[in-house]
Nanobody, 130 residues
């Protein structure tokens, strides 16, 4: 229901763009919630990267990626993107997209929590070489 793509091997300082396409059933309900990117590096816990609410009404970023990554959506294609610039070796991880229908009174906190999401993609691997 969520298909992520775009990962690969890139040198430090380079760029990649990840894509996540949602099935129409999820995306129809996306208007009630949020889509996000998380990542998990080897031996580490999953962490929040960025999230976007429908039509870009609200966007959230982890401090570690602010100013380097940009999340966007293309509603006609049921797709969200993660443009990653100035990549660092510490950005190496498997990146997952996620979606939820839920809405929260405190969205900044809850949309950064993995437990808030109902649907997950299979992950796409990003490797940044030093």
């Amino acid at each position: 229901q969520l298909q992520a793509s775009g990962g690969g091997l890139v040198p430090a300082g380079g760029s990649l763009r990840l894509s996540c396409t949602a099935s129409e059933r999820i995306f129809t309900n996306y208007d009630m919630g949020c889509m996000a990117w998380f990542r998990q590096a080897p031996g580490k816990e999953r962490e929040f990267v960025a999230a976007i609410r429908p039509r870009g009404r609200s966007i959230y970023y982890a401090d570690s990626v602010k100013g380097r990554f940009a999340v966007s959506s293309e509603d006609a294609k049921n797709t969200v993107y993660l443009q990653m610039n100035s990549l660092k070796p510490e950005d190496t991880a498997v990146y997952y997209c996620a979606a939820t229908r839920r809405r929260y009174a405190s969205p900044t906190y809850y949309y950064s929590q993995g437990s808030s999401y109902d649907y997950w993609g299979q992950g796409t691997k990003v490797t940044v070489s030093s």
